[in-house]
C-alpha cells in the first residue's frame, strides 16, 4: 500500500443485549465487498471496532457484519451468514473519511454463535495389501476438508421429474424378497430402469434392502401411484433413510456441498475439529469428506475425494461420533502404525511375526499348545521364508530406564547356543528439504560390539520421534520389522523332481527353533529386568488393529515347563518347514483299459466307470491339494476336490463325465460318445512368513486324456 493512498474508516459498534462480563461472546467485525470478498476484519470489543478501506474513485458499496470472531485468515462469508452474524449494506462515497454502522443484538442471535457448535473426529489411513494381507497405515499430516451436504428437504424439490418418475416405478414394481443374494435382482432392476444418465454407482446390498423395504410398503405403494409429486415428497421425506440409496444409484448427481470445516491429521491419522450448523438449523448434519496432503513443498496432491458424493456421504452425523475414512492413493504419505498398547508400566511386547499375533501361535499365547503343536499356528501351518519378529517399546525404556538397544538370536531345538540375527534393519522418516519431500533411513543396526568377551549385534530401540520430521512407512514389510530370520538358509528344505523324488543335494531341517529377545544398555550391558521393573509382554488377541491388550510373557506356559520368559529374555519357540511339496497325476483307466502313454485314449464299455489316480505329498503334512477336472472348457468336477496330502483316486462313470455341466451350447444335442479331459492337480504348502507371501514351495501337475467307446 502506498503511504498516500487515502483511506476511509468505518465505526463499528455493535450491542449484545445481555451481553455482560464472561458470557459475552468472542466477536468481530468484518467487510465484504458486494461481490463477497474480505475487505478487512477486526475484533470487536464493548467499545466496537474500527475497519480501514482503501478509498475509491468512484462510488460503491460494501457488506459489513457483526459475526462470531472465526480463527482464519480470510473468513468466508458464507460462513459467517450460516452462523448467524447480522449484515448491513453500506454506500461509500469517493470523498467520505469515516462511516459508521451500528449492530443491536438480541440475546437469540449472539448466544446461537456459540450454540450450533458441532463436533467432528475421525481417522484417515491408508489401506494395503502385502501378500494378500490388508494393512491400515495412518496418514498423517493431511489437510482434511469438511463438508455439509444439501438435506433431502432442499434436494427433492430440485430433483427431474424423470428422476421422481422412476422412484414411483421402483416403488410400485414387485420385487423378490430380501435374501443374502442380490445380484439378479440388483442385474434386472438395473435394466429396468433405463436411466438418461448412467449411474457412477453400482447397486449394493445397502440399496437393494432399501428398494425391497419400499417396495414392500402397501402405504408407499399406494401413495406412489395416486399422490401428486408434492405428495410425494412429503412420503419421501419421511422415509429419508430408503430414498437415499435409491437415489444413489439411479441418480448419483442430486446433491450440493458446502465446505464448512478443515482440520489437519497427527501422526497417527487422527483429526478434529468444530464446526458450526447454524443458527436455528435443526436439520441432523450430513457430512462429506476430502483430503489432501502437500508435496515437495510446491503442489497439494487429493488423496481422498470418493465419488459418487451422494454414496459417500456420512448421513445423519451424530456430533462428537468417529468417521473413519480409507484412502488407497498411492501418492499418500503415511506414517508408522498407531497401536494404543494396554500393558503394565515399562513394557516391551512382542507382538508379531511378519502380521501374524503371537496370540495365533501355540506356545506364543494360542490355547492348547501341547508338545505336538508347539511353534504352530492355530491353524496347523508351521513357519518358512523370511521370518520378521514385530517388537513395541514403552517409551520409558529410552526416556528413563537407559535401556537403548535390543538383540535377537535364533538356535535349532530348544537347547544349544545362540546365533544373533545381523540383518540390516532399517525404519524411515520424512521432512522437507527446502521444497522437497526427502524420505531417509534411520538405521536401527545392526551395531556390532564385543562387551565381557561376547559378541553382540545390537538394534536400536527406535526413539518415539525421529531426528528430523515424522516416522512414515516406506515399505509396510520393512518398517515394521525389528530383525530377519531367514529359515530357508537355516532351516533348508526338500525340493522334488518331477518323478517325485528329492533334488540332489536339498535337506529337510524342518522342525522347532527358537528366537530369543535380550535388552542391553547403551554401554552393551546385558539388562537386568527384574532390577529395572521390565515387564515382557504379548498380544491377547490375533487381531493386532485397534488397541492391543496384552498379557504378561511369564503366564504363558510351555508345554513341558515353564514360560515365554527365561532369565532377562523372552523366547518364542517356531515350527519351521520349508519343505517343497509334489503334485503327481497318474494314468486314468477303465475296466477297458489304461490311457496310452502317446494319444491318452482311455477305451470304455456302456456303463464303465473312470478311475483317475493322483498323489498330493509333502513330507510332513502341510499342505493341501486342489483337483480339477475339465471337459473341453467346462469343469465337469463341481466343486472341485480338495484336501490335504496323501494317495486319492477319483471314480466317475463314464455317463457322468460325458452329461455333467454341460454348456448351453449342448443343448438339445445328443449326448457325448468320445471327448477329451484334462486334470489340473495343485498342491500348496501351508508354511508362513507371518505375512501370506507366496513362499514358493507349491507344486501343480497337469494330465489330458481322451474317453472313447472300444
Known amino acids: 500500500?502506498?503511504?498516500?493512498?487515502?483511506?476511509?474508516?468505518?465505526?463499528?459498534?455493535?450491542?449484545?443485549?445481555?451481553?455482560?462480563?464472561?458470557?459475552?461472546?468472542?466477536?468481530?467485525?468484518?467487510?465484504?465487498?458486494?461481490?463477497?470478498?474480505?475487505?478487512?476484519?477486526?475484533?470487536?470489543?464493548?467499545?466496537?471496532?474500527?475497519?480501514?478501506?482503501?478509498?475509491?474513485?468512484?462510488?460503491?458499496?460494501?457488506?459489513?457484519?457483526?459475526?462470531?470472531?472465526?480463527?482464519?485468515?480470510?473468513?468466508?462469508?458464507?460462513?459467517?451468514?450460516?452462523?448467524?452474524?447480522?449484515?448491513?449494506?453500506?454506500?461509500?462515497?469517493?470523498?467520505?473519511?469515516?462511516?459508521?454502522?451500528?449492530?443491536?443484538?438480541?440475546?437469540?442471535?449472539?448466544?446461537?454463535?456459540?450454540?450450533?457448535?458441532?463436533?467432528?473426529?475421525?481417522?484417515?489411513?491408508?489401506?494395503?495389501?502385502?501378500?494378500?494381507?490388508?494393512?491400515?497405515?495412518?496418514?498423517?499430516?493431511?489437510?482434511?476438508?469438511?463438508?455439509?451436504?444439501?438435506?433431502?428437504?432442499?434436494?427433492?424439490?430440485?430433483?427431474?421429474?424423470?428422476?421422481?418418475?422412476?422412484?414411483?416405478?421402483?416403488?410400485?414394481?414387485?420385487?423378490?424378497?430380501?435374501?443374502?443374494?442380490?445380484?439378479?435382482?440388483?442385474?434386472?432392476?438395473?435394466?429396468?430402469?433405463?436411466?438418461?444418465?448412467?449411474?457412477?454407482?453400482?447397486?449394493?446390498?445397502?440399496?437393494?434392502?432399501?428398494?425391497?423395504?419400499?417396495?414392500?410398503?402397501?402405504?408407499?405403494?399406494?401413495?406412489?401411484?395416486?399422490?401428486?409429486?408434492?405428495?410425494?415428497?412429503?412420503?419421501?421425506?419421511?422415509?429419508?433413510?430408503?430414498?437415499?440409496?435409491?437415489?444413489?444409484?439411479?441418480?448419483?448427481?442430486?446433491?450440493?456441498?458446502?465446505?464448512?470445516?478443515?482440520?489437519?491429521?497427527?501422526?497417527?491419522?487422527?483429526?478434529?475439529?468444530?464446526?458450526?450448523?447454524?443458527?436455528?438449523?435443526?436439520?441432523?448434519?450430513?457430512?462429506?469428506?476430502k483430503a489432501h496432503q502437500r508435496l515437495f513443498g510446491l503442489f497439494d496432491v487429493t488423496i481422498y475425494a470418493p465419488t459418487p458424493v451422494a454414496c459417500h456421504t456420512w448421513w445423519n452425523y451424530v456430533c462428537g461420533t468417529e468417521v473413519h475414512l480409507v484412502t488407497t492413493h498411492p501418492l499418500a504419505i503415511t506414517c508408522s502404525p498407531c497401536h494404543d498398547v494396554t500393558g503394565p508400566d515399562n513394557w516391551v511386547l512382542f507382538t508379531a511375526i511378519g502380521n501374524t499375533s503371537l496370540?495365533?501361535?501355540?506356545?506364543?499365547?494360542?490355547?492348547?499348545?501341547?508338545?505336538?503343536?508347539?511353534?504352530?499356528?492355530?491353524?496347523?501351518?508351521?513357519?518358512?521364508?523370511?521370518?520378521?519378529?514385530?517388537?513395541?517399546f514403552d517409551n520409558s525404556l529410552r526416556e528413563k530406564l537407559g535401556v537403548k538397544y535390543?538383540?535377537?538370536?535364533?538356535?535349532?531345538?530348544?537347547?544349544?547356543?545362540?546365533?544373533?540375527?545381523?540383518?540390516?534393519?532399517?525404519?524411515?522418516?520424512?521432512?522437507?528439504?527446502?521444497?522437497?519431500?526427502?524420505?531417509?533411513?534411520?538405521?536401527?543396526?545392526?551395531?556390532?560390539?564385543?562387551?565381557?568377551?561376547?559378541?553382540?549385534?545390537?538394534?536400536?530401540?527406535?526413539?518415539?520421534?525421529?531426528?528430523?520430521?515424522?516416522?512414515?512407512?516406506?515399505?509396510?514389510?520393512?518398517?515394521?520389522?525389528?530383525?530377519?530370520?531367514?529359515?530357508?538358509?537355516?532351516?533348508?528344505?526338500?525340493?522334488f523332481n518331477d518323478d517325485g523324488t528329492a533334488v540332489l543335494g536339498t535337506v529337510d531341517d524342518s522342525g522347532l527353533y527358537q528366537i530369543k529377545l535380550d535388552l542391553y544398555d547403551a554401554a552393551g550391558v546385558r539388562v537386568d529386568i527384574a532390577a529395572k521393573q521390565i515387564v515382557y509382554v504379548v498380544p491377547d488377541t490375533a487381531t493386532l488393529s485397534g488397541t492391543i491388550n496384552t498379557v504378561h510373557a511369564d503366564t504363558v506356559a510351555q508345554p513341558g515347563g515353564g514360560t515365554l520368559v527365561q532369565g532377562n529374555g523372552l523366547v518364542l519357540t517356531l515350527h519351521i518347514d520349508n519343505n517343497h511339496t509334489w503334485a503327481g497325476l497318474g494314468a486314468p483307466s477303465t475296466p477297458a483299459g489304461t490311457a496310452d502313454p502317446c494319444c491318452g485314449i482311455v477305451a470304455y464299455d456302456p456303463g464303465a466307470a473312470v478311475t483317475m489316480p493322483y498323489t498330493a505329498f509333502h513330507p510332513h503334512g502341510f499342505a493341501g491339494h486342489t483337483l480339477q477336472v475339465f471337459r473341453s472348457a467346462t469343469e465337469i468336477i463341481v466343486p472341485a476336490i480338495t484336501g490335504g496330502v496323501g494317495a486319492f483316486t477319483v471314480i466317475r462313470s463314464v455317463a457322468d463325465m460325458m452329461s455333467l455341466e454341460l454348456p448351453a451350447a449342448c443343448a438339445g444335442e445328443p449326448p457325448c460318445t468320445t471327448a477329451a479331459f484334462g486334470e489340473h492337480l495343485y498342491v500348496s504348502a501351508t508354511a508362513t512368513d507371518g505375512w501370506g507371501t507366496n513362499l514358493g514351495y507349491d507344486d501343480a501337475d497337469n494330465r489330458a486324456f481322451a474317453l472313447s467307446p472300444e
Open 1 to 289: 500500500m502506498a503511504n498516500n493512498e487515502k483511506m476511509i474508516e468505518i465505526r463499528v459498534q455493535a450491542d449484545l443485549l445481555e451481553a455482560a462480563g464472561d458470557q459475552r461472546p468472542s466477536a468481530a467485525a468484518y467487510a465484504y465487498s458486494k461481490g463477497g470478498k474480505l475487505l478487512a476484519h477486526s475484533p470487536l470489543g464493548a467499545d466496537g471496532a474500527c475497519l480501514n478501506l482503501p478509498a475509491g474513485t468512484e462510488p460503491t458499496a460494501i457488506r459489513v457484519l457483526v459475526g462470531p470472531a472465526i480463527d482464519k485468515p480470510e473468513p468466508e462469508i458464507e460462513e459467517l451468514r450460516r452462523r448467524g452474524a447480522q449484515e448491513q449494506h453500506l454506500r461509500i462515497e469517493p470523498k467520505q473519511a469515516r462511516l459508521s454502522a451500528r449492530f443491536v443484538l438480541a440475546p437469540c442471535i449472539w448466544r446461537c454463535w456459540l450454540a450450533s457448535a458441532c463436533l467432528v473426529r475421525g481417522t484417515l489411513v491408508k489401506r494395503i495389501i502385502t501378500g494378500g494381507v490388508p494393512l491400515d497405515l495412518p496418514v498423517c499430516h493431511a489437510t482434511v476438508d469438511i463438508y455439509e451436504v444439501d438435506p433431502l428437504v432442499l434436494v427433492l424439490p430440485r430433483l427431474p421429474d424423470w428422476v421422481i418418475d422412476r422412484i414411483r416405478d421402483l416403488i410400485v414394481k414387485p420385487f423378490p424378497g430380501p435374501g443374502p443374494d442380490p445380484g439378479p435382482f440388483a442385474a434386472g432392476a438395473a435394466m429396468a430402469l433405463q436411466v438418461r444418465a448412467a449411474p457412477q454407482h453400482a447397486m449394493d446390498a445397502s440399496t437393494v434392502k432399501a428398494l425391497q423395504t419400499a417396495a414392500a410398503s402397501s402405504e408407499l405403494r399406494f401413495l406412489a401411484q395416486t399422490a401428486s409429486r408434492i405428495q410425494l415428497e412429503q412420503v419421501l421425506l419421511a422415509h429419508a433413510d430408503l430414498i437415499r440409496p435409491i437415489l444413489c444409484f439411479i441418480y448419483p448427481q442430486f446433491v450440493t456441498m458446502q465446505k464448512v470445516a478443515t482440520a489437519t491429521t497427527d501422526e497417527c491419522g487422527h483429526f478434529q475439529t468444530l464446526f458450526f450448523k447454524g443458527c436455528h438449523n435443526t436439520d441432523v448434519p450430513d457430512l462429506y469428506f
Open 359 to 392: 496370540a495365533a501361535i501355540r506356545g506364543g499365547g494360542a490355547p492348547g499348545a501341547d508338545a505336538t503343536n508347539l511353534g504352530l499356528l492355530e491353524s496347523g501351518a508351521p513357519w518358512g521364508g523370511i521370518l520378521r519378529p514385530r517388537l513395541d
Open 406 to 495: 535390543y538383540q535377537l538370536a535364533w538356535r535349532k531345538g530348544t537347547s544349544g547356543g545362540w546365533k544373533p540375527l545381523t540383518a540390516l534393519v532399517n525404519r524411515h522418516h520424512a521432512h522437507f528439504v527446502g521444497t522437497s519431500l526427502v524420505i531417509d533411513a534411520y538405521k536401527l543396526g545392526p551395531n556390532y560390539m564385543t562387551v565381557g568377551g561376547e559378541d553382540l549385534a545390537l538394534y536400536e530401540i527406535p526413539p518415539a520421534i525421529p531426528p528430523i520430521g515424522q516416522w512414515t512407512v516406506a515399505n509396510a514389510v520393512l518398517d515394521t520389522e525389528n530383525g530377519e530370520f531367514d529359515s530357508v538358509v537355516s532351516a533348508r528344505g526338500l525340493a
